[in-house]
């Protein structure tokens, strides 16, 4: 609407409620923006926390995997560790502290690899 206004556009009430409907919506767009830079960071955060526990769980994978180097009886899949992981997250140990909690699932995924 705004190519083809003539006159003064000052006095276009349908392009000044045009302009001003596209104005709120850039708020509102820009709002949800800032909302979603802000709950993505809070994600990171949180996934964060857990990253001591991918590692001790990768590394214990590995230690596993060499394992086969000495007898062919050691041999464990990916998707057999990975189901182990994901029950040992299921597991929820019941303490408060983060710190406490990756402890307690560290310990049950080394005890549930050990013992399959």
Do not use: C, W
Not at 9 to 20: Q, Y
Not at 41 to 69: C, N, P, T, W
Request: proline content about 1%; hydrophobic content about 35%; charged content about 30%.
């Amino acid at each position: 609407e705004l190519a083809t206004s003539e006159g003064n556009i000052l006095e276009n009430r349908t392009l000044i409620e045009s302009l001003n409907e596209t104005k709120a919506k850039s708020i509102t767009i820009s709002d949800s923006l800032e909302e979603s830079k802000r709950l993505q960071a809070e994600l990171d955060q949180e996934r964060e926390v857990y990253r001591s526990l991918a590692h001790k769980g990768s590394l214990l994978f590995m230690i596993i995997r060499d394992l086969q180097k000495i007898n062919n009886m050691y041999q464990f899949s990916l998707n057999t560790f990975l189901n182990l992981f994901r029950k040992a997250l299921e597991t929820r140990p019941d303490t408060q502290s983060t710190e406490e909690k990756l402890g307690r699932l560290t310990e049950t995924l080394i005890k549930m690899v050990f013992l399959h």
